[in-house]
């Protein structure tokens, strides 16, 4: 199985620093996309951000941004001036691209923690 | 904008019980799916569907089956529940099969007792 691995369980950041959440994966597609989901403690799902193996910049999304690495098949979530309500758990999830039904097979998450 | 709708919320089922969790999306979405989340750990795919009449299994699809009869709707169905399946469940929906951002439901929570 093509395997996601966060190997951060849980992490602290300090209020208005900023943080990065690591991802790598395992693929033999040429084609694939990444995902970051964030889930708080209510439980829902709320997508983040997203970038594609072919896209040449980095993606960018508000306070997110991901430091993807092809080359190192790396895709880590940096948030920007944390915030109290960034504590949740974060999800990194892999999807081959027009390939294997549009799976996102997802990472056991990381759970993050913003001290005040 | 409803999105996915996931019913029931909550459900207590004793062991050998079955039960229907019920999902439907009001976005023409072809791509559908079923995820359970163990406490503290990652979603891991039950069952998929790119469309009506098409499914296939995921990573986790011992003791559960679906169906997929039309667009909207994709029912789990658990036979014979086991304590192994206590777990939230998540259905979720995609556009298409690339770019596209999954969208989820707001979960089912399962115990078996």
């Known amino acids: 199985a093509q395997k996601i691995t966060q190997t951060q369980p849980g992490m602290f950041v300090q209020e208005k620093e900023a943080v990065t959440l690591d991802c790598t994966y395992d693929?033999?597609?040429?084609?694939?996309?990444l995902f970051w989901y964030k889930q708080p403690s209510s439980g829902e799902m709320i997508f983040l951000i997203y970038?594609?193996?072919?896209?040449?910049q980095n993606a960018t999304e508000g306070r997110y941004s991901l430091n993807f690495q092809k080359a190192r098949k790396s895709a880590n979530l940096v948030i920007s001036a944390s915030q109290l309500g960034d504590s949740a758990m974060y999800f990194c999830?892999?999807?081959?691209?027009?390939?294997?039904?549009?799976?996102?097979?997802f990472g056991q998450g990381t759970e993050l923690s913003v001290k005040p | 904008n409803a999105g996915v709708t996931q019913t029931p919320k909550f459900r207590i089922l004793k062991i050998g019980q079955s039960m229907t969790l019920q999902c439907t999306q009001d976005?023409?979405?072809?791509?559908m799916y079923w995820y359970r989340q163990d406490p503290g750990m990652g979603l891991k795919l039950i069952y998929y569907s790119v469309g009506a009449g098409i499914t296939d299994k995921g990573e986790v699809p011992n003791g559960y089956n679906v169906s997929r009869s039309t667009t909207e709707d994709f029912p789990l169905r658990l036979e014979l529940a086991a304590p192994s399946q206590t777990s939230v469940y998540f259905c979720?929906?995609?556009?298409?099969?690339?770019?596209?951002?999954?969208?989820f439901g707001s979960g089912t929570q399962l115990s078996v007792l």
């Open positions: 970038q594609g193996s072919y896209d040449e």
């Open positions: 693929t033999s597609d040429q084609s694939y996309g």
């Open positions: 999830a892999r999807v081959s691209i027009y390939n294997q039904g549009g799976k996102l097979i």
């Open positions: 976005m023409n979405h072809n791509y």
């Open positions: 979720a929906s995609r556009a298409g099969q690339g770019y596209e951002k999954l969208f």
